[in-house]
């Protein structure tokens, strides 16, 4: 069974179509890049996937499990986790806050309205082992305002990583990074293990090539070349994309 | 019949104040994206201070109406570069501050005014009425039908054939965009905020003689200026207009008919538009 | 942490002895009305400060209250049972008024709830046979729980009182709690909270209902202090009122609405004593907080007095260098 399946994805604003007859299949396990000149729809994929917009056409499954007409908040619970171009976490909490919100979103104890949520060690130590993850347990009572940009993306993928999901989509998560902030999480991706499926939106192109196992190529919201890494860099219709003829 | 035809009248006369109290609210609603509470308070100052222009120091009618028209709009500018733009950025805490100074406004008037109402006779120019099909016309009325056709004629010209009017409709439209085009978008917001404040204020002064100027009055045409712009969209001075004869004839026939649910019948709509279609009947922009 | 326990202890003496230090019956009820909008703009906090979101409307909900009570005192029920029923319809009418606010945010939600609380005033005002219109409708006496006769001032402060430091105590569980906090992350980013698994409409939805039980309460109270209700206390003036407390104790902090419940009670009470436009200084006063002190008067005065403490500190460290 595979992990994600889509397909014929539509999708369109007035009379523009952003996602046009897409199909998909990842296995599970696998690490899958997807890239596309700006605007070929790559983000727009994520959120119908993240069901953040409803498709006009088509279907995505999830391990088998369709969630097509799923609120995009049940997906969460379904195993599917995220992150964002744009970092859009917690400011003024600490890094713990942050995660403790990120454990909370699918544990029961979220409508209690009597506990004190500080209290519960297990909680506690669940978001610190989750910080620990990404190395910055000992940042873990500083507020997110007062952390690098680069350890705000840590922070974000641990919070992705401590839902556990079964599917992790990761757009750009490597936009805006330094050199050694690159390195950083690209050791991160690279430790996480094969239970988790990965599909990354990426531009970097030297560290996106090398973490991924398959590459999808998209184009004016259409997938236009599939493949591996080899594959994909010596087809013709990749190198018009980006060059242009 | 004749009921029905005194009502028909004063709901058509109503509606043509509320256009002067909504077009203005309209505007600065869809530029500047703020429902400007102080409206209701404009409407009563321009009642107050024509009042007393017309009364006290006897100005003519419409001199006195122009003249209120004029304070209110200058009331309005200063409102708007010494507080709004302050605020810029910040919608609520805009609202907010149009909140509390409807507060202050309303005081001043008491101490300057107090509390008794100002009855405004209608100008002898204008007294009087003719009987047609049965039903008696006061002549005043007329005129405020009139002048609020003439005003939504200018108000129509000057956002449809100016280059003030082309720069508010892209302000409208899209504000960031109008700043990229290089439109000085902080000075039109102070434009139609002066220019809404001003036909606030001009409709308080023309309505007097109708609806008297009374505290109280600012509380009572707010929330009518606020059903017709959410009714009529955001933005659109032919929602405004047909929006507020619309409400004109909810309102008195309303008041009318079913007196005990006056307010739910006129208020009502209003919800279901806010949450069924955010952007009126003919805005194009949801708020 | 064990200052605070002790500034806390002390304030809760202070408001126990209220009636020893005050000056008067006046004073008392003045301070049972601190109390009583103190908890009303907890009330409206909760969606204010925690939920983000801006009601205008507060006032036709605490209005529902106050007639529900005074409707049912009239018709014969017991005060228990008026003030059952008065929970109820506080909060079926909640229940509403979140349905279709909660449609929108922002703006939006600000003018449904402005409409909303509109409608009620209108059949406040309008639907005689159920309200008495203008005339209002009067409470004859005041509950004696236990024997405990609220007639007198004193006595009703310390009932208003225990039902405050109730009130109080509910808000900061909720605000602790794995449901407020997750209250303040939809507030934050509602979108982020969305795609980590949270009910982001249900969980305002529940806060608005705790926001309507709260304001419900204050308006049981506020009818049986005044032992009259008319439609004036639904206008839109009355939930500007409201909102101005909040904003100007500070949002999204406990101690905020207290204070912006005392400032605004004692300028329309005892201000206006001595100052004949007392209407127009509240404007000013939340035109001035909104504009230069938006975080408003508990956060504002709490970064006044640390810049203070550390303007003073550096002339104290100066002076020990120089004697050593």
């Not at chain 1, 590459?215 to 493949?227: D, K, L, R, T």
């Not at chain 2, 101490?111 to 100002?118: E, K, V």
């Not at chain 2, 609020?148 to 004629?153: I, L, Q």
Request: with cysteine; aromatic share 10%; hydrophobic share 55%.
């Amino acid at each position: 069974m595979s992990a994600l399946v889509i397909a014929g994805l539509d999708k369109s604003f007035g009379g523009l179509r952003v996602t046009s007859a897409v199909n998909l299949a990842v296995e599970p396990g696998e690490r899958r890049l997807i890239i596309g000149p700006n605007g070929a729809g790559k983000t727009t994929l994520f959120n119908l996937i993240a069901g953040e917009l409803k498709p006009d056409r088509g279907s995505i499954s999830l391990f088998g499990r369709d969630l097509t007409r799923m609120a995009s908040r049940r997906r969460a619970h379904m195993g599917l986790s995220r992150t964002y171009q744009i970092i859009t976490l917690f400011p003024r909490d600490t890094l713990l806050h942050n995660v403790l919100l990120s454990l909370l979103g699918l544990s029961g104890w979220r409508w209690n309205p009597v506990m004190r949520l500080d209290r519960q060690r297990a909680l506690v130590a669940a978001a610190e082992a989750a910080l620990g993850r990404v190395g910055l347990a000992h940042l873990a009572a500083r507020p997110l305002a007062e952390t690098s940009y680069g350890e705000r993306r840590r922070v974000e993928i641990a919070m992705a990583l401590a839902q556990n999901p079964k599917l992790l989509l990761l757009d750009e998560p490597f936009a805006g990074l330094s050199v050694d902030e690159r390195r950083d999480v690209q050791k991160l991706l690279g430790d996480i293990p094969r239970d988790v499926t990965i599909v990354m939106i990426e531009h970097d192109m030297d560290v996106a090539l090398e973490f991924a196992e398959r590459i999808s190529v998209m184009h004016f919201g259409e997938v236009i070349v599939e493949g591996n890494r080899a594959e994909v860099v010596a087809d013709p219709r990749v190198k018009e994309i980006y060059l242009g003829e | 019949m004749s009921l029905w035809g005194i009502l028909a009248v004063n709901s058509v006369t109503f509606g043509g104040l509320l256009f002067l109290l909504s077009a203005g609210f309209s505007l600065i609603f869809g530029l500047m994206r703020i429902p400007n509470l102080t409206h209701g308070s404009m409407f009563m100052l321009g009642g107050y201070v024509g009042s007393s222009l017309y009364l006290t120091y006897h100005l003519p009618f419409w001199l006195a109406a122009l003249c209120a028209a004029a304070v209110v709009a200058a009331f309005g500018g200063v409102i708007e570069r010494l507080l709004l733009r302050r605020l810029a950025g910040s919608t609520l805490a805009q609202v907010l501050v149009t909140l509390g100074i409807s507060l202050i406004v309303a005081d001043f008037c008491l101490m300057i005014w107090t509390g008794d109402p100002i009855s405004v006779a209608t100008p002898p120019a204008l007294a009087g009425g003719t009987r047609e099909f049965g039903i008696f016309f006061t002549t005043y009325r007329i005129a405020v039908i009139l002048v609020a056709c003439v005003v939504a004629a200018l108000l129509w010209a000057l956002l449809d054939k100016t280059r003030l009017g082309a720069m508010i409709r892209a302000g409208v439209d899209d504000p960031q965009m109008a700043r990229v085009v290089g439109i000085r978008v902080s000075r039109l917001f102070t434009i139609v905020f002066c220019l809404g404040a001003g036909l606030a204020g001009f409709g308080g002064f023309i309505g007097a003689p109708i609806l008297s100027v009374y505290p109280g009055l600012d509380s009572d045409m707010l929330p009518l200026a606020l059903v017709v712009v959410i009714l009529g969209g955001i933005g659109s001075l032919t929602g405004s207009l047909l929006g507020s004869f619309i409400i004109g004839f909810v309102y008195n026939f309303g008041q009318a008919l079913v007196p005990e649910l006056a307010y739910f019948v006129l208020f009502l709509p209003m919800v279901l538009v806010l949450v069924l279609r955010p952007q009126g009947l003919f805005g194009r922009l949801a708020p | 942490m064990s200052a605070r326990i002790l500034a806390l202890a002390l304030a809760l003496a202070a408001l126990a002895a209220v009636p020893w230090w005050v000056p008067g019956d006046y004073y008392i009820s003045v301070s049972s009305q601190i109390l009583i909008y103190a908890v009303f703009a907890l009330g409206l906090n909760v969606l204010v400060g925690y939920a983000g979101l801006v009601s205008l409307g507060h006032a036709g909900l605490f209005g529902v209250a106050a007639y529900a009570t005074a409707s049912a005192l009239a018709a014969g029920f017991g005060h228990a049972g008026a003030i059952l029923f008065a929970l109820a319809a506080t909060l079926a009418g909640t229940a509403v008024f979140a349905a279709l606010a909660l449609r929108a945010a922002g703006i939006v939600f600000l003018m449904i709830t402005l409409a909303l609380g509109q409608i009620l005033w209108g059949l406040a005002y309008r639907w005689i046979s159920i309200t008495n219109g203008d005339n209002g409708v009067p409470v004859a006496s005041r509950p004696a729980p236990l024997g405990f006769a609220l007639d007198v001032p004193a006595h009703f402060y310390y009932a208003t009182l225990a039902v405050f430091l109730l009130a109080l105590a509910s808000c900061y569980v909720f605000i602790h709690s794995p449901f407020g906090v997750s209250l303040k992350g939809t507030r934050d980013q509602p979108r982020r909270m969305n795609a980590l698994g949270y009910h982001v409409w249900l969980i305002r939805f529940y806060t608005f209902l705790f926001s309507g039980f709260l304001t419900g309460v204050a308006g049981i109270l506020f009818v049986y202090y005044t032992q009259f209700i008319s439609p004036q206390t639904l206008a839109l003036t009355s939930s500007a009122e409201v909102l101005l407390m909040v904003i100007s104790g500070g949002t999204g902090t406990l101690l905020g609405p207290i204070a912006g419940a005392a400032l605004v009670v004692i300028v329309k009470n005892i201000a206006s004593a001595y100052i004949e436009r007392w209407n127009m200084l509240l404007g000013v006063i939340f035109v001035a907080i909104v504009v230069f002190m938006p975080e408003g008067l508990v956060p504002g005065s709490v970064r006044l007095a640390q810049w203070a403490l550390r303007a003073i500190r550096p002339a104290a460290s100066a002076r020990k260098a120089g004697t050593s």
